[in-house]
């Protein structure tokens, strides 16, 4: 961390937002993309087996799918310039099929490149200070963030600093770069939990103590998959000084007690359930007391140097209230839909966060084709500082637009395919790429995404339903975090055909929960029907203002069940 | 061309990925195929071990990664298709996207 020299100025071209790689980050990138250069051509010359290369193509973001290669590329916290936007599309176009797609881990997957042309590409990301290094295998992943960091009318303080020590800390960090399983950080500095920190392996939150200091709180042993936790409180208050060695401590109790025996049990939350809470938190506490704590000492120059490349840019003064934007919704219904439903406020008076959502009506849920990508960095050029954010909800965000220019952005994003009304509702569906790429899915999960958004196709009607997540996955991994989805579809295979359950009651906020098992599993054709009598009686029911998930909180599973199986009886097979 | 089968032997081909582009490839008469319809198919357990014996040779000459065997029903022209949901996906392409992958490629959109 105190590898970096202050000295060094920002690299030209980048956001003022961003953090800008200094040389140690550029070279350290770009000795990564010659070394796997070098074990790519061993491996292509039979130097190497696939076993031997396997770990190595994993450390560098690459999988082998079900069609072809998969690269992932890293987006540290969500964050990315209209440069690297261009860049990714440039990628897309030269070396994949001209599209990619935007996970709910805040990066990037393509899912066509070559063995042969992936040092090039990560040759190609090294241009625009990105890499491919850490989105796989059992190391710290890329650490996440809430996408409204830094802009967010409710935030206490900017969450990138703190993501931004942790991706600096754990990138190459030898002693966990071999764990009993992947680690997942997330990091929110807000009131409203938008990075779901409570389902990762570490979940950390900016607060603030009696005295006025700033800390964390941490929470441990979340995560989804075949066992799903909702994490626990291991540390209400953690002075900002001692993160680091805090989080070394976490880690070491976890490498060394971790089970290693069984890969569906090695994630720490098993350990944590298995251990016990407070045994987990006395053998941190005593990793922390006993170890030395120098290499991760607190140090404010660093600090200050980092939270300066996350400086604000250089808003304009402005009134809060906008005339052209209040004209402009009063005279075009469709924009007024939208900035009801994408644009969020914004801690500076005159501007808004846009949500652009990746979410079309019968599309698939996260694609974006290198065209939307260059029509993004154009839009965040011309509107939003050249800043964009990926959310893990798979949208776009551009956090800086002057409320002044929401019209005319509106009007950019619909040309581009790109202004689809439906940020929270229904049809923003997160879902993974389920068997239709991934080698590891056991059912389709995008078909079903897109029968259920054309189901509900008509945003007037996503409206009235109001807040709803649904979240789809195609195998028990749950990438697309459907344990928490206020409706949770999960793909299976069951006797031979594809088969999938539904769960009610998941929440990935502050207020988690993991979803409760609806029934039976249903067949991809009834999946509509069934979502569709869940919400009718849901509408049926509620009370003013009362959201999806606060009237199955109200009624309890029970009565949404019993009401599901009446209309099972009626073929909707549950 | 179908030939006389053990009934209570399910035909197979063998599937792998090809190293260096990732692409589906069946092992043909002649060499790895990228389309399923050139696939050798084994109609007896002898005929599998000896495609098994062969993708195994072909992983260690790195030629190819993740070989291994695929039941198919065989029609009655000798085209062979897959008989588990996720072979018919590898042998085609993304459901969700038919200008992409084999099923692309073999309708002659061209395979970019």
Same mark, same amino acid.
């Given at each position: 961390?105190?590898?970096?020299?202050?000295?060094?100025?920002?690299?030209?071209?980048?956001?003022?937002?961003?953090?800008?790689?200094d040389?140690?980050?550029?070279?350290?990138?770009?000795?990564?993309?010659?070394?796997?250069?070098?074990?790519?051509?061993?491996?292509?010359?039979?130097?190497?087996?696939e076993?031997?290369?396997?770990?190595?193509?994993?450390?560098?973001?690459?999988?082998?799918?079900?069609?072809?290669?998969?690269?992932?590329?890293?987006?540290?916290?969500?964050?990315?310039?209209?440069?690297?936007?261009?860049?990714?599309?440039?990628?897309?176009?030269?070396?994949?099929?001209?599209?990619?797609?935007?996970?709910?881990?805040?990066?990037?997957?393509?899912?066509?490149?070559?063995?042969?042309d992936?040092?090039?590409?990560?040759?190609?990301?090294?241009?625009?200070?990105?890499?491919?290094?850490?989105?796989?295998g059992?190391?710290?992943?890329?650490?996440?963030?809430?996408h409204f960091?830094?802009?967010?009318?409710?935030?206490?303080?900017d969450?990138?600093?703190?993501?931004?020590?942790?991706?600096q800390?754990?990138?190459?960090?030898?002693?966990?770069?071999?764990?009993?399983?992947?680690?997942?950080?997330?990091?929110?500095?807000?009131?409203?939990?938008?990075a779901?920190?409570?389902?990762?392996?570490?979940?950390?939150?900016?607060?603030?103590?009696?005295?006025?200091?700033?800390?964390y709180?941490?929470?441990?042993?979340?995560?989804?998959?075949r066992?799903?936790?909702?994490?626990?409180?291991?540390?209400?208050?953690?002075?900002?000084?001692?993160?680091?060695?805090?989080?070394?401590?976490?880690?070491?109790?976890?490498?060394?007690?971790?089970?290693?025996?069984?890969?569906?049990?090695?994630?720490?939350?098993?350990?944590?359930?298995?251990?016990?809470?407070?045994?987990?938190?006395?053998?941190?506490?005593?990793?922390?007391?006993?170890?030395?704590?120098?290499?991760?000492?607190y140090?404010?120059q660093?600090?200050?140097?980092?939270?300066?490349?996350?400086?604000?840019p250089?808003?304009?003064?402005?009134?809060a209230?906008?005339?052209?934007?209040?004209?402009?919704?009063?005279?075009?219904?469709?924009?007024?839909?939208?900035?009801?439903?994408?644009?969020?406020?914004?801690?500076?008076?005159?501007?808004?966060?846009?949500?652009?959502?990746?979410?079309?009506?019968?599309?698939?849920?996260?694609?974006?084709?290198?065209?939307?990508?260059?029509?993004?960095?154009?839009a965040?050029?011309?509107?939003?500082?050249?800043?964009?954010?990926?959310?893990?909800e798979?949208?776009?965000i551009? &956090?800086?637009?002057?409320?002044?220019d929401l019209?005319?952005?509106?009007?950019?994003?619909?040309?581009?395919?790109?202004?689809?009304?439906?940020a929270?509702?229904?049809?923003?569906?997160?879902?993974?790429?389920?068997?239709?790429?991934?080698?590891?899915?056991?059912?389709?999960?995008?078909?079903?995404?897109?029968?259920?958004?054309?189901?509900?196709?008509?945003?007037?009607?996503?409206?009235?339903?109001?807040?709803?997540?649904?979240?789809?996955?195609?195998?028990?991994?749950?990438?697309?975090?459907?344990h928490?989805?206020?409706?949770?579809?999960?793909?299976?295979?069951?006797?031979?055909?594809?088969s999938?359950?539904?769960?009610?009651?998941?929440?990935?906020?502050?207020?988690?929960?993991?979803?409760?098992?609806?029934?039976?599993?249903?067949s991809?054709?009834?999946? &509509?029907?069934?979502?569709?009598?869940?919400?009718?009686?849901?509408l049926?029911?509620?009370?003013?203002?009362?959201?999806?998930?606060?009237?199955?909180?109200?009624?309890?599973?029970?009565?949404?069940?019993?009401?599901?199986?009446?209309?099972?009886?009626?073929?909707?097979?549950i | 061309?179908?030939?006389?089968?053990?009934?209570?032997f399910?035909?197979?081909?063998?599937?792998?990925?090809?190293?260096a582009?990732?692409?589906?490839?069946?092992?043909?008469?002649?060499?790895?195929?990228?389309?399923?319809?050139?696939?050798?198919?084994?109609?007896?357990?002898?005929?599998?071990?000896?495609?098994?014996?062969?993708?195994?040779?072909?992983?260690?000459?790195?030629?190819?990664?993740?070989?291994?065997?695929?039941?198919?029903?065989?029609?009655?022209?000798?085209?062979?298709?897959?008989?588990?949901?996720?072979?018919?996906?590898?042998?085609?392409?993304p459901?969700v996207?038919?200008?992409?992958?084999?099923?692309?490629?073999?309708?002659?959109?061209?395979?970019?």
């Amino acid at each position: 961390m105190t590898a970096h020299d202050p000295a060094l100025p920002p690299r030209p071209n980048s956001a003022p937002t961003i953090y800008a790689y200094d040389e140690y980050d550029r070279a350290f990138v770009r000795e990564r993309v010659a070394e796997f250069r070098g074990q790519v051509e061993r491996r292509l010359a039979g130097a190497l087996t696939e076993e031997e290369f396997r770990p190595f193509r994993l450390m560098n973001g690459l999988y082998l799918q079900l069609h072809a290669y998969m690269l992932r590329v890293a987006i540290p916290y969500g964050s990315l310039t209209s440069r690297q936007m261009r860049q990714l599309a440039y990628i897309a176009d030269k070396w994949d099929k001209g599209y990619g797609h935007f996970t709910t881990r805040q990066n990037l997957q393509y899912n066509w490149p070559k063995l042969v042309d992936v040092p090039d590409i990560l040759e190609a990301l090294a241009d625009v200070d990105m890499h491919a290094i850490q989105t796989s295998g059992n190391c710290i992943r890329n650490v996440t963030a809430d996408h409204f960091a830094g802009v967010a009318a409710d935030e206490l303080e900017d969450p990138r600093p703190t993501a931004e020590f942790l991706r600096q800390w754990s990138s190459a960090h030898a002693e966990f770069s071999f764990l009993p399983r992947k680690f997942k950080i997330a990091v929110s500095g807000a009131e409203h939990d938008r990075a779901a920190i409570k389902i990762h392996d570490i979940g950390l939150r900016i607060v603030k103590n009696a005295e006025g200091e700033i800390g964390y709180e941490v929470i441990v042993g979340g995560g989804l998959g075949r066992t799903p936790f909702v994490g626990k409180l291991l540390r209400e208050f953690l002075p900002r000084a001692q993160l680091l060695a805090y989080l070394e401590a976490i880690l070491r109790v976890y490498n060394r007690f971790g089970r290693r025996d069984n890969k569906y049990k090695a994630r720490i939350k098993i350990l944590v359930h298995e251990t016990g809470l407070d045994e987990i938190r006395a053998q941190v506490e005593a990793e922390f007391a006993a170890m030395d704590r120098a290499p991760f000492a607190y140090d404010a120059q660093e600090l200050e140097r980092v939270v300066a490349a996350f400086a604000p840019p250089a808003y304009e003064a402005l009134p809060a209230h906008s005339d052209g934007f209040e004209k402009a919704k009063a005279e075009n219904a469709e924009f007024a839909a939208f900035a009801a439903v994408n644009v969020a406020p914004h801690k500076v008076p005159g501007y808004a966060i846009v949500t652009v959502s990746l979410k079309p009506i019968g599309g698939i849920p996260g694609d974006a084709t290198s065209a939307q990508m260059r029509a993004l960095a154009d839009a965040t050029d011309t509107y939003g500082f050249g800043e964009l954010r990926v959310s893990h909800e798979q949208n776009i965000i551009l &956090p800086h637009v002057k409320r002044d220019d929401l019209f005319a952005l509106w009007r950019d994003l619909s040309a581009a395919g790109l202004a689809t009304a439906n940020a929270g509702l229904i049809s923003d569906i997160i879902s993974c790429p389920g068997l239709d790429y991934c080698s590891l899915a056991t059912a389709r999960s995008i078909p079903i995404a897109q029968a259920i958004s054309e189901r509900f196709a008509d945003l007037e009607r996503q409206r009235l339903i109001g807040k709803l997540g649904i979240k789809i996955s195609g195998c028990i991994n749950a990438c697309g975090h459907h344990h928490v989805g206020a409706i949770g579809i999960l793909g299976l295979e069951k006797k031979g055909v594809e088969s999938y359950q539904i769960t009610l009651g998941g929440d990935p906020t502050l207020s988690a929960s993991i979803g409760e098992l609806l029934g039976p599993g249903v067949s991809a054709e009834e999946v &509509p029907d069934v979502i569709e009598s869940l919400v009718q009686f849901y509408l049926a029911e509620r009370r003013d203002g009362e959201a999806f998930i606060d009237t199955w909180r109200r009624l309890g599973h029970k009565r949404f069940k019993e009401s599901a199986r009446r209309e099972g009886e009626d073929g909707s097979g549950i | 061309m179908t030939r006389a089968v053990d009934p209570k032997f399910s035909p197979k081909v063998l599937l792998a990925s090809d190293l260096a582009e990732g692409d589906v490839v069946f092992l043909g008469a002649d060499g790895w195929e990228r389309g399923l319809s050139r696939a050798k198919i084994a109609y007896d357990a002898a005929e599998a071990a000896a495609l098994d014996a062969a993708g195994k040779a072909a992983v260690a000459s790195n030629r190819v990664v993740d070989a291994y065997l695929v039941d198919v029903f065989v029609d009655a022209a000798g085209a062979p298709t897959p008989l588990h949901f996720r072979e018919k996906f590898r042998a085609a392409g993304p459901s969700v996207r038919r200008d992409l992958g084999k099923q692309a490629w073999l309708q002659g959109a061209g395979n970019r």
